[in-house]
């Protein structure tokens, strides 16, 4: 599996970006997939989790009611629709598989993305 993130940016707060995963390899539709952002000088953490089927998403306590995660089987996309943006969400941004039981933690995932940057200014 390979996954490409795209769709970061500088924004100013109150700001919105989306982000685009595309992912390549036939498991896909099968695959949970999940969101991380690592901020400089912070650990990675998590962000939004979408199952294979979309039924089960969660989502951060910090960014619940902001983003949005999605995603396109067709397409093979998963998107992280992200609104009124605030400085402390500056970090790169990473998409994953979940290979494992839980969805928050980043040792269940097996495949990352090669990640995109997030800047929002105040």
């Known amino acids: 599996v390979q996954l490409q993130a795209s769709g970061g940016g500088s924004v100013q707060a109150g700001g919105s970006l989306r982000l685009s995963c595309a992912a390549s390899?036939?498991?896909?539709?099968?695959?949970?997939m999940g969101w991380f952002r690592q901020a400089p000088g912070k650990e990675r953490e998590f962000v939004a989790y979408i199952s294979w089927s979309g039924g089960r998403i969660d989502y951060a306590d910090s960014v619940k009611g902001r983003f949005t995660i999605s995603r396109d089987n067709a397409k093979k996309m998963v998107y992280l629709q992200m609104n009124s943006l605030k400085p402390e969400d500056t970090a790169v941004y990473y998409c994953?598989?979940?290979?494992?039981?839980?969805?928050?933690?980043?040792?269940?995932?097996?495949?990352w993305g090669q990640g995109t940057q997030v800047t929002v200014s105040s």
């Open positions: 994953a598989r979940r290979s494992g039981i839980t969805t928050t933690k980043d040792y269940e995932y097996d495949y």
């Open positions: 390899g036939r498991t896909f539709s099968r695959d949970g």
